[in-house]
């Protein structure tokens, strides 16, 4: 019996770090994908004021 309860304690213990970790890992997902759109922002900023577009 003490066997099962330690159990049930480890796996409940584990499911809280492994949601925490998944927390935390889609939050910083979420501040990359906004620092590549502003990369994007700025590169197409430059392309569209370059002539590198345009056709000769």
Sequence with gaps: MRGLIKSV???FC???I???LIKNNQHSFKQSNQNDSNY???VSEK???SSFTKKQ
């Design 9 to 11: 304690v480890i796996l």
């Design 18 to 20: 492994t949601a925490a």
């Design 40 to 42: 994007v922002d700025k």
């Design 47 to 49: 392309l569209q004021t």
């Design 14 to 16: 584990l499911i809280l």
